[in-house]
């Protein structure tokens, strides 16, 4: 099968993305398109999407760009039996247009799935943050409402008593690894970032044995060993033998989490939709704790997380087989 991958423009496709090639079937013919910021390292990118953005205002897309077109003319020119797509404007517009089987696998699907968002007090505590602009909302609804499949890439579909989702939606697993007690991996606190977040460093080099995963080259902190999010088994392991778990409400850190039993608290980016929902989530349900300060977390009683892996839930690799037969 022909298979064309879009990611979207932020670090979570990148990591999304990542764990996708890893577990994809090396028969199919993956291409993959990506913004620099979604690339991940030493994976060939067939299409940078940057040139198809303003170069003055990134922020406005535009589908009046003569790159898209060269664009669409190699989409065309490859014929992909699907397009895999992380809510990615452009390349969802092309497959709209050429007729092509479009599945939609995001974790930034959770803002228009949940059927009871409101009930989170989203809107009393963040109005300002979820205060999205009408026109990039609309074009969001328009890609769903034509895409053949719309994934939600969450680990809350395998908790004991999953959120409903609106109709037009199905949970789609994350892709994780799990791990066993083991002596050597266990520290007081193990953080997972995308960026150099300052006040979650700077809280928790007052503690002594922590590790912070991240893709970014941080400054030197004391108490604190940087190590990279590539180093794979060392994260898992570390995530389920630490004391304490900390990130910023990103789905794939909640999950790593998740699925290793841990309860995680949770400084929330605040530039991020998905990290908003994602921590009143979890918070809600019992998974986290939203840390909206710098108050001493080791006073924060923590219990064990309970799931259970739903048997109507798969892989992403797994409801492509589907298409196989």
Same mark, same amino acid.
């Given at each position: 099968m022909k298979i064309l991958y879009a990611a979207n423009n932020?670090?979570?496709s990148r990591l999304q993305l990542s764990r996708f090639l890893m577990a994809a079937n090396s028969n199919h013919n993956i291409k993959i398109a990506a913004?620099?910021?979604?690339? $991940?390292?030493? %994976?060939?990118? =067939?299409?940078?999407?940057?040139?198809?953005?303003?170069?003055? !205002? $990134? &922020?406005? #897309?535009? #589908?009046?760009?003569?790159? #898209?077109?060269?664009?669409?003319?190699?989409? !065309?020119?490859?014929?992909? /039996? #699907?397009?895999?797509? /992380?809510? *990615?404007y452009f390349t969802s517009y092309i497959a709209n247009v050429l007729n092509i089987r479009l599945w939609q696998y995001s974790s930034s699907l959770i803002n228009y799935a949940l059927k009871d968002k409101y009930d989170l007090g989203l809107f009393k505590y963040y109005a300002h943050s979820l205060n999205i602009n009408p026109v990039y909302n609309q074009r969001i609804v328009n890609i769903i409402d034509n895409s053949e499949r719309n994934f939600v890439y969450s680990h809350y579909g395998d908790s004991l008593n999953p959120p409903i989702l609106n109709s037009n939606f199905e949970w789609i697993r994350p892709y994780h690894k799990t791990y066993k007690s083991y002596i050597l991996c266990k520290h007081n606190i193990t953080a997972a970032l995308y960026g150099n977040n300052k006040n979650i460093l700077n809280? %928790?080099? !007052?503690?002594? =044995?922590?590790?912070?995963?991240? *893709?970014?080259?941080? &400054?030197?902190y004391p108490n604190i060993k940087i190590k990279n999010l590539d180093s794979q088994d060392e994260y898992y392991c570390n995530i389920k033998n630490s004391d304490i778990f900390i990130c910023q409400g990103h789905s794939n850190f909640l999950a790593d989490a998740f699925y290793n039993n841990k309860y995680s608290f949770i400084y929330p980016d605040y530039n991020s939709t998905e990290s908003i929902i994602n921590s009143q989530l979890s918070q809600k349900m019992g998974y986290g704790k939203i840390m909206y300060d710098s108050k001493d977390i080791f006073n924060i009683p923590i219990s064990e997380i309970s799931f259970k892996y739903q048997d109507n839930i798969k892989f992403i690799h797994e409801k492509i087989l589907e298409l196989d037969g």
């Amino acid at each position: 099968m022909k298979i064309l991958y879009a990611a979207n423009n932020n670090p979570g496709s990148r990591l999304q993305l990542s764990r996708f090639l890893m577990a994809a079937n090396s028969n199919h013919n993956i291409k993959i398109a990506a913004y620099k910021i979604s690339s $991940p390292k030493n %994976i060939s990118i =067939d299409w940078t999407l940057d040139c198809l953005l303003n170069i003055y !205002k $990134p &922020e406005i #897309l535009s #589908l009046k760009n003569d790159n #898209l077109n060269i664009y669409y003319d190699q989409i !065309k020119s490859f014929a992909p /039996d #699907l397009i895999i797509s /992380d809510l *990615e404007y452009f390349t969802s517009y092309i497959a709209n247009v050429l007729n092509i089987r479009l599945w939609q696998y995001s974790s930034s699907l959770i803002n228009y799935a949940l059927k009871d968002k409101y009930d989170l007090g989203l809107f009393k505590y963040y109005a300002h943050s979820l205060n999205i602009n009408p026109v990039y909302n609309q074009r969001i609804v328009n890609i769903i409402d034509n895409s053949e499949r719309n994934f939600v890439y969450s680990h809350y579909g395998d908790s004991l008593n999953p959120p409903i989702l609106n109709s037009n939606f199905e949970w789609i697993r994350p892709y994780h690894k799990t791990y066993k007690s083991y002596i050597l991996c266990k520290h007081n606190i193990t953080a997972a970032l995308y960026g150099n977040n300052k006040n979650i460093l700077n809280t %928790i080099k !007052k503690h002594s =044995d922590c590790v912070v995963f991240t *893709e970014s080259v941080l &400054e030197n902190y004391p108490n604190i060993k940087i190590k990279n999010l590539d180093s794979q088994d060392e994260y898992y392991c570390n995530i389920k033998n630490s004391d304490i778990f900390i990130c910023q409400g990103h789905s794939n850190f909640l999950a790593d989490a998740f699925y290793n039993n841990k309860y995680s608290f949770i400084y929330p980016d605040y530039n991020s939709t998905e990290s908003i929902i994602n921590s009143q989530l979890s918070q809600k349900m019992g998974y986290g704790k939203i840390m909206y300060d710098s108050k001493d977390i080791f006073n924060i009683p923590i219990s064990e997380i309970s799931f259970k892996y739903q048997d109507n839930i798969k892989f992403i690799h797994e409801k492509i087989l589907e298409l196989d037969g």
